[in-house]
């Protein structure tokens, strides 16, 4: 697309314009990535495993992206005692993982929650600028 200005002599100059792509990055610009924790203890090992497949589709529903930690080795490096486990999740935003915490989708699976595991804590973490 291009776009005639005029310039302070009178003459015109004609120039690329690339206003509406840099406006529509800016805007997709404007949300900072999250990741929401959680600290847990595994209650039951095969109450899990039949869980997680269902935590993770209800998390990807929602545009989460689920770092698959849940199972990982968790290691102490310094202050207080590091949970047993720890499940991270990447959000688009803090307010889309905070939606996520408080929909209907996440609160169904907590019958299947409660057999796997005991949350010790969650929260989410917002990346700077």
């Known amino acids: 697309m291009y ?3 005029k310039v302070q002599d009178g003459s ?3 120039c690329r314009c690339r206003a509406r792509r840099t406006t529509q990055g800016l ?3 404007a949300k900072l990535k999250a990741y929401s924790v959680s600290e847990l203890d595994i209650t039951d090992v095969k109450a899990q495993e039949a869980y997680l497949p269902s935590a993770r589709k209800a998390i990807a529903d929602a545009h989460g992206r689920p770092l698959r930690t849940a199972g990982g080795r968790v290691v102490q490096i310094e ?3 590091a949970p047993k486990s720890a499940a991270i999740v990447e ?4 307010d889309d993982a ?3 915490y408080k929909s209907k989708a996440w609160t169904d699976l907590e019958p299947q929650r409660a057999k ?3 949350l010790v804590r969650r929260y989410v973490v ?3 600028k």
Do not use: C, I, P
């Not at 959000?91 to 803090?94: E, I, T």
């Open 3 to 5: 776009h005639e200005y």
């Open 12 to 14: 015109s100059a004609h």
């Open 27 to 29: 805007h997709a610009q």
């Open 79 to 81: 202050g207080a005692a």
């Open 91 to 94: 959000w688009d935003s803090v």
């Open 98 to 100: 905070v939606a996520f």
């Open 116 to 118: 796997s595991y005991k």
């Open 126 to 128: 917002e990346t700077e």
